[in-house]
Structure formats: C-alpha cells, structure tokens
Nanobody, 126 residues
C-alpha cells in the first residue's frame, strides 16, 4: 500500500524558513517523480516543485525559484522542500504527491499524481 506522509509545516514570519519532508512507503522508488503542491485559501492547487527520483532533475514554479529547494534521499525514500524567504502568499496547505514515470515539468504544471499525502499547513504571517 502506497503511503506519503508530509511533515514540517508550521507558522513562520515573512522572511523565515521551513523544511518540509515527505516520507514515502510502498512505492518502487526509482520509477517515480515526486512533487510538492500547494493549495491556498480560495485558490486552485498548484505545483511548487518536482523532482525525478531516478536522475534528480528538478522543476520549480516561477513563484518559488531562488527561494525553494527540492531534494531527495533515495536511501530513506524521502523528499524534502527547503523553503527560504517565505512570503505571506506562500501560505497554503502543502501536499506531497508521487507520479509513476512522470515528467518533472508536466507533473508540476498539471498538478498530477498517482498518490497523494494528506498535506501539511504552512502559514506565513506578520
């Protein structure tokens, strides 16, 4: 049974940092693209960043380039999202998703995934 579990969300002031973690189990790790997605109040779900577990290629939404960094630890079946210089508009529920043989750009742009976690809340407030 595939399971994705996010952690690391919380409350932070503008300019602060958080590190989100996604723990995956039950997947054949090498075949997947893992992505971070978010959905803010009254907004559609959007792809933030995606990474190919196999070759490490990445994609970032324009809104987070230069501030967020996605990484993976294949030994632990973990994907991380380091978020720096957080802004109030980054406030959202962040989800981890896995798409089998997904293209890193398309997975993010289409906000697609075969499996989804329950999400973790990130709130950036003054």
């Amino acid at each position: 049974q595939v399971q994705l579990v996010e952690s690391g969300g919380g409350l932070v002031q503008p300019g602060g940092s958080l590190r989100l973690s996604c723990a995956a189990s039950g997947v054949k790790w090498d075949y997947y693209t893992i992505g971070w997605f978010r959905q803010g109040p009254g907004k559609e779900r959007e792809g933030v960043s995606c990474i190919s577990v196999n070759d490490g290629s990445t994609y970032y939404a324009d809104s987070v380039k230069g501030r967020f960094t996605i990484s993976r630890d294949n030994a632990k079946n973990m994907v991380y999202l380091q978020m720096n210089s957080l802004k109030p508009e980054d406030t959202a529920r962040y989800y981890c998703a896995a798409e089998r043989l997904g293209d890193v750009r398309l997975t993010c742009v289409m906000a697609s995934g075969d499996y989804w976690g329950q999400g973790t809340q990130v709130t950036v407030f003054s």
